[in-house]
């Protein structure tokens, strides 16, 4: 971290999501909500996997694990953003912008590559269910989580070492309401259209490689649904249209990010509250309201903390 020190530039000015102080209330209001509702949802989901024995399967460890991260990634960027709306000149240092770039790329790219293990699970749960608990054992769960944490972190890194040792000496001011990456490298006191490029070929390369993995997949489970039973084929498509609909609310965004022509659209600061706020609440709306196990353990921890407060 000491080649940063030769950056000419401290900190940077957030110019936020917009100037209206009418909007900026609205938006105050509704990421609180949503952010406690992000915490409060998420965290409860991990409690509930982790302390009901019930719930000690590949499935919900994968749902667990999917909490966390989303958990994580709000905290990130939304309650900077929040603090942010009572201040007029909203900065951030160097190091922090640095570093929220950093988990910001680490959690999307551990999100996508777990996305990619639960589609694994529900392809072994669906197509091989004599085989489940022979290949999705303990060792195969650790061995799902630790890669998606592992290539999420490769990613991060990977971009990090791209603008880690760009010189910062002028323009300071990011129109964002966090660390946007190609909005940083834009400020550079250099030629930066190629290294655009790279960073955004990059995030592109691993969002559209892992939606087209995983669609591939759904495919392929509902060929194999299909060709064994027809009956089958509305269990199927219920319990994929979680995943699905989990999937597009995470990738569409980015691919609007990576993929759009026209990036300095205003419209992009709007769709990043949809990964940062409203994805981790209907993450697990989708996969709580739609699981009986999950509800009933969900019910079941409930009374017995409400019983231990009683105690207390």
């Known amino acids: 971290m000491n080649k940063l020190n030769h950056s000419m530039v401290s900190e940077f000015v957030l110019l936020g999501i917009s100037n209206s102080w009418v909007i900026q209330l609205g938006i105050l209001v509704f990421?609180?909500?949503?952010?406690?509702?992000?915490?409060?949802?998420?965290?409860?989901?991990?409690?509930?996997?982790?302390?009901?024995?019930?719930?000690?399967?590949?499935?919900?460890?994968?749902?667990?694990?999917?909490?966390?991260?989303?958990?994580?990634?709000?905290?990130?960027?939304?309650?900077?953003?929040?603090?942010?709306?009572?201040?007029?000149?909203?900065?951030?240092?160097?190091?922090?912008?640095?570093?929220?770039?950093?988990f910001i790329h680490?959690?999307?790219?551990?999100?996508?590559?777990?996305?990619?293990?639960?589609?694994?699970?529900?392809?072994?749960?669906?197509?091989?269910?004599?085989?489940?608990?022979?290949?999705?054992?303990?060792?195969?769960?650790?061995?799902?989580?630790?890669?998606s944490w592992t290539i999420g972190l490769i990613h991060s890194l990977t971009q990090l070492a791209f603008v880690v040792n760009l010189p910062f000496c002028g323009p300071n001011k990011i129109d964002s309401f966090y660390c946007d990456l190609p909005r940083f490298i834009k400020l550079a006191c250099m030629d930066t259209y190629k290294l655009e490029f790279i960073v955004t070929a990059n995030s592109g390369f691993v969002s559209i490689g892992s939606l087209f993995i995983l669609f591939i997949s759904y495919i392929?489970?509902?060929?194999?649904?299909?060709?064994?039973?027809?009956?089958?084929?509305?269990?199927?498509?219920?319990?994929?249209s979680a995943h699905i609909s989990v999937?597009?609310?995470?990738?569409?965004?980015?691919?609007?990010?990576?993929?759009?022509?026209?990036?300095?659209?205003?419209?992009?600061?709007?769709?990043a509250i949809i990964d940062f706020i409203i994805t981790p609440v209907l993450n697990p709306s989708i996969y709580t309201f739609r699981n009986k196990d999950m509800k009933a353990s969900m019910r079941r921890l409930s009374s017995q903390l409400m019983n231990f407060r009683k105690i207390l």
């Open 106 to 147: 680490f959690m999307g790219g551990t999100e996508m590559l777990l996305l990619i293990s639960m589609a694994f699970d529900r392809y072994i749960a669906i197509c091989k269910p004599l085989h489940y608990l022979t290949i999705m054992n303990p060792k195969m769960c650790i061995f799902l989580q630790v890669s």
């Open 247 to 271: 999937v597009v609310l995470f990738f569409g965004p980015c691919l609007f990010f990576y993929v759009w022509p026209f990036p300095t659209m205003p419209v992009d600061k709007f769709l």
């Open 220 to 240: 392929y489970i509902l060929v194999t649904v299909q060709k064994h039973s027809s009956s089958g084929m509305s269990k199927a498509l219920s319990t994929l």
């Open 31 to 102: 990421a609180s909500i949503f952010y406690m509702a992000v915490m409060v949802g998420n965290f409860f989901i991990v409690l509930t996997v982790s302390f009901d024995s019930n719930l000690h399967s590949p499935m919900y460890f994968l749902l667990a694990n999917l909490s966390f991260i989303d958990l994580c990634l709000s905290t990130v960027a939304v309650p900077k953003m929040i603090s942010d709306l009572f201040y007029e000149h909203k900065v951030i240092s160097f190091q922090s912008c640095i570093t929220q770039i950093f």
